[in-house]
């Protein structure tokens, strides 16, 4: 247990890192990299033409000015990587440092993933949650957490497929956890 989140026994590994190239579903060229602030206008140009209706418990954050300013927390602290069609950005995950769940020695960190909606379905969100934790294990993040509206069956099972375990749940959203070291 670390703070008041319970994690897994076991660590999961394995995971890939970035940079990293596949084809997805529908056979389109999709290139996962780590980025920082160098690519924030390109994620904030996909955030915001991210559709309203999937939005999941505020975020991403609806207007330009306010997708600035939540980027920028994002970006000063966290672990992020894109997928890229070309040079537009298909989707974007990221890893937030969450020094409340956090004990000495370890590192406690929440995740976030996007897909823009006309690149879902495809495979990406798979390929970019799997290459985020491969990112945050090599750059020694030791526990990571999610929150996830319970309706979104998709996200849960994909969740669970990666490794994760419940470790909590209110009335609409589950709490998930994974340990990447042991």
């Known amino acids: 247990m670390t ?17 990293r ?22 994620v904030a140009e996909m955030y915001v033409a ?12 609806a207007g330009e000015d306010r997708v600035y300013d939540w980027l920028d927390a994002i970006f000063d602290e966290g672990l992020n990587v894109a997928a890229f069609h070309g040079d537009d950005v298909a989707g974007h995950a990221t890893l937030v440092p969450d020094a409340a769940h956090g004990e000495p020695g370890e590192h406690a960190y929440e995740l976030a993933i996007f897909v823009l909606q006309k690149y879902q379905r ?11 934790l491969g990112h945050g294990a090599s750059e020694g993040v030791d526990r990571v957490w999610l929150t996830v509206e319970r309706w979104n069956s998709a996200a849960v099972a994909l969740y669970r497929d990666v490794g994760f375990e419940t470790c909590g749940s209110e009335s609409f959203e589950l709490e998930m956890s994974l340990r990447l070291t042991d």
């Open 50 to 61: 991210f559709d309203p209706a999937d939005r999941a418990q505020g975020i991403p954050p």
């Open 21 to 42: 190239s596949f084809a997805d579903r529908e056979d389109r060229e999709i290139r996962i990299d780590a980025i920082d602030d160098a690519q924030m206008d390109a």
């Open 122 to 132: 495809a495979g990406i969100g798979r390929e970019l949650l799997e290459t985020l």
């Open 3 to 19: 703070g008041n989140r319970a994690y897994p026994d076991d660590a999961t590994s394995g995971f890939p890192t970035p940079p």
